[in-house]
Each structure stands twice: as structure tokens, then as C-alpha cells.
């Protein structure tokens, strides 16, 4: 009996034992191929991720190319025209590649670093220079250079007659070569022995790629036939794609599936022997520590999908927020340089002025983007002295009437100066930024007061528009990173109310946003503790 009783514990210890192994075994399995799906799924979005911003990139060479070399009139496009050689002669001394012009037949007409002079006059031969000559700019794939030894790729933009019809093109060769600063930005990419990024042209060669030996050459593997988008297994590879469609390019994350799973199947393999050896106790661990893998792998996505998030919209609003200025900037200049001559004084003022302008909002545009990247590292700067806070509003305001003089500012400050302890070029960087977020926020002709008041050892600052005032619920959002506009208006980079809440912050102060009352508008309100000693 009692035999008979240890076979039936025996048996339910060996049926628990397969049980466990079995359940065990399965988890360990499902565990591996829930984190490859994750790791792949990571990467398609890093390669989406990069090809997006660089989307984004060309979007912008196109339109900054168009600008400058698109402008009807800029080329006679006459056989080694002097104005034409020298409106495309390299700026950089150090240029190792050149611009080619050619008329509306495809015949080269003019160059700049050409190798052999004599090319002026011949047809240039290179895939896709018809999209240019039809008026769209393109990206020409993969070609021998006619301005350097080494293969090249070109940027070909339309050129224009004075009636605005397409005249031409100038084609603009980059080199493919290892040393050039696109593709030393793509070897940073780099992962493990063997993975690594690259950008392939319309016809499969390699235009970048952290292995120098790929370059300009057709990227020969079974796992990227057929180049289409998505993640994909073949030949001992994986590959992760993604298009730039601008250019027509393909972005490709490339690596041995070996490598890329090596640090998922090893220890998973591992952690089964060990389970075999001591069902009992390994068999918790490897659970536990599978468990806490796949926690740690959710997590990193989840953290790898907000940079992506945060960067493709941080790059969509600055990408947007600087066009017009360089634009307007560059089209004023352009525009004084071709006519100077002609213009009368008033004329280049103005001109000058309106570029003067575009550069101003570009500086400060570039200074937000800075002041923001400083706070996230808390390396943002002070210089504390005692200052009279009166002074600080009448050159913000005065800042204000110059960019906008039809538009009424009532300023009300006391008689006696307020002394307070604070960098004075930060807290006129936050004046500008609320007196800048009032304009944009109300009609050209809509008075902005301004008032400044004391009381209780605090000295309080107030700026008032006439514009659609905050809704119930944003006061406090308005402050966010990235977060424009009220009622709909979506002009700037969002980063104005940041950087001023975290300077107001630093000096102790206190910043709030609300609207004014029942009355049309919204008030912008800041403090700071007021100082017993007298201004510098």
C-alpha cells in the first residue's frame, strides 16, 4: 500500500515536473519571440523615425535651392556666361565638388569646379534630370561626377526665365565617399559588429552607409529585393525599411539576425538548461527575470516612442518656424543685391529693414531653441545683480513699439524705482516673450498694457492683450514645451511660455496666465521678490 502510494506521489511529481517544464518551456519560447517582435518593431521606427527627418531635410534644401537658383532671371544660361560662373562659384574654398547649369535641352552650358572644361556644350547624360527640366526638383541617383573624380549624387533644381517658365536646371553633385559629412552622420548610427544604417538612390545603390566598402554600389542582399517598406528576414539578415519619398531614396536598418537576436536567444537558451538542471528554483527565476525583460523592452519602447514623437514634432515646428524667416531674409537680400542700383535710399532701407527683420526672428528662434535644450540639461546660465525692474520693461516695450509702431502699448510703472535681485537679460527675454505672445495673440492695432506694481515685499508684473483670451482648463498648459497658440492661433515654437517659466522659477518668482475678467483678453502675470538694496 504505502508503495503503491509513493508510485501515485511519484507519478503526480513527474506529471507536476512535465507540467512545469512544459509551461515553463513555452513561456521562455512565447517570452523570445514577444521581445524579437518588440526589438523589431523598435527598429522599423528608428528607420521611420530617420526617414522622416530626412524627408524633412530635402523638403527644405528644395525650397532653400528654389529660393536662390529658382528665382526667374537668376541665369542667362549662355554658354560660360561670366555672371552665371560666378553665381555658382563654391563659397568654400575647401569644396570638392561643384554646380553644373543646363539649358532647357539638357545641354551643359556652364560649371563650376568642372574636371574638363571642354564638357560645356555636351548633352549631360544622368538618370532623372528630365523631372528637373519639367520643373520639379529631384534628387539625381548615383553617377560619375563631372565636378570630382568620385561618384556623386545631385540635387537638380529648375531654373527659371524672366516670364517664370523653366529654363534649365542646375545640378548640385555631392560625393558618396566615406569622409563626406552626410555620410559620417549615418556611421554614428552604427549597432553592434554588424548593424548599421544606409540610404539607397531610385536604382538600389548605396548613397550612405556606416561600411565604407558599400558605398556607391548596389546593395546585393536576398533580404532587400524588392525594397519595400516593413520589416523583413532573408539570407541570415534583417532589415528594417522605410522611403524618403522626396528623393526617392529608401532608408534601410541592415544587420545579421544572428547579432541582432544574439542578446535575446543566448541567455533565454541558458536559463532552459539551467531550468532542466533545477526545475524548482530556476524555473522561478527565469519567470521572474523573463517577466521583468519584457517589462524593461515595453518600456524602452514606450520611452524610444516619445523621443521619436517629441523629435518629429520638435523638427516639424522649427522645420516650419524657419522657413519663412530664411526665406524672407534671403529673398530681401537677394533682392537689394540684384537691384541696388536702381533702388533709391528709401527703397534699400526698407529692404534692408525687412531682412533685418526675418534675421531677428531667426536669432531669436535659434536663442528658444538653445535656452530650451540648456534647461533640460540645467545648464542654463545667471548673472544676479540688483537691477531697477522699470528699466527692464522700457526696453522690452520699446523693443515691441520698434517692430510694431501702429500698434498702441500703455505702460504703467511706479515713480520711485523697484529695485529687484535678477539677471536683467533674462528677465527681458521673459518681458519679450510675453509681449511677443500678446501681439501674436490679438488684431495689429489692438492696444498690449503693461503694468508693474508692489506690495508686500513683491513686485508684480502684468501684461494684458485684447485678444481671445485662455480657455477655462489651459492656464497651465500654456506653459508646456511645444504647446502654441490660443483659440486656434498656432504661430511660434512653443518654447516662449517654457523658457519664461523656468527663468521667472530661478528668481524665485512665481508666473500664472488667465483670462482678463469678462473683458476680452488674457493676462500674463509674473513675480519677483523685491530687493533692499539700490539698483546697480
Known sequence: ??????????????????????????????????????????????????????????????????T??????????????????????????????????????????????????????????????????????????VADGLTTSRPTIAVATPTRDEQGSVSGAAVFEVEVAPGSSFNEEIAELATGRTGGFLFLDQNGVVVAANDE????????????????????????????VAPVPAAGWTAVFLQEADEFEGDLTGPLQLALLLF??????VGVFTVVALLRRLQAAREEQRRLQEIGEAREEFTSIVSHELRTPVAGLMGFLQTTIDHWDSMGEADRRRAVGRAFSNARALQTLTSDVLDSAAIEARTLTYRFETV????????????????????????????????????ALRIRQVLNNLLDNAAKSSAPDAPIDVELSTADGTATVTVRDRGPG???????????????????????????????????????????????????????????????????
Open 388 to 423: 531697477d525692474l522699470r528699466s527692464c520693461i522700457a526696453e522690452a516695450t520699446a523693443t515691441l513699439i520698434d517692430a510694431a509702431p501702429e500698434r498702441p502699448v500703455n505702460v504703467s510703472t511706479p515713480v520711485e524705482p523697484v529695485a529687484v535681485r535678477a539677471d
Open 470 to 536: 485662455i480657455a477655462v482648463g489651459e492656464q497651465d498648459r500654456i506653459f508646456g514645451k511645444f504647446t502654441r497658440g490660443r483659440a486656434g492661433i498656432s504661430r511660434g515654437t512653443g518654447l516662449g511660455l517654457y523658457i519664461s517659466q523656468h527663468i521667472v522659477e530661478a528668481h524665485r518668482g512665481t508666473i500664472t496666465a488667465e483670462s482678463a475678467g469678462g473683458e476680452p483678453g488674457a493676462r500674463l502675470t509674473f513675480t519677483l521678490p523685491l530687493s533692499s538694496d539700490e539698483p546697480d
Open 68 to 141: 536662390v537658383y529658382g528665382a526667374p532671371g537668376a541665369f542667362t544660361l549662355l554658354p560660360r556666361d561670366e555672371a552665371d560662373a560666378a553665381r555658382i562659384t563654391p563659397q568654400n574654398p575647401d569644396a570638392t565638388s561643384g554646380i553644373v547649369l543646363v539649358d532647357a535641352r539638357g545641354t551643359i552650358v556652364n560649371g563650376s569646379l568642372l574636371r574638363d572644361p571642354a564638357v560645356v556644350g555636351q548633352d549631360l547624360v544622368r538618370d532623372g534630370l528630365e523631372v528637373a527640366l519639367a520643373g520639379t526638383p529631384t534628387i539625381l541617383p
Open 276 to 281: 532542466l538542471g533545477v526545475v524548482a528554483i
Open 1 to 66: 500500500m504505502s508503495r503503491a502510494r509513493d508510485r501515485i506521489v511519484a507519478a503526480i511529481a513527474g506529471a507536476v515536473l512535465v507540467a512545469s517544464s512544459t509551461v515553463v518551456v513555452w513561456l521562455v519560447l512565447d517570452a523570445q519571440r514577444a521581445g524579437i517582435e518588440t526589438r523589431e518593431q523598435l527598429r522599423l521606427e528608428q528607420v521611420r523615425s530617420e526617414a522622416s527627418r530626412m524627408e524633412t531635410r530635402i523638403q527644405q534644401a528644395y525650397s532653400s535651392l528654389g
Open 213 to 240: 566598402s558599400r558605398l556607391a554600389r548596389p546593395l546585393d542582399l536576398e533580404v532587400t529585393e524588392g525594397l519595400l517598406p516593413g520589416f523583413h528576414r532573408d539570407g541570415g539578415y534583417v532589415a528594417a
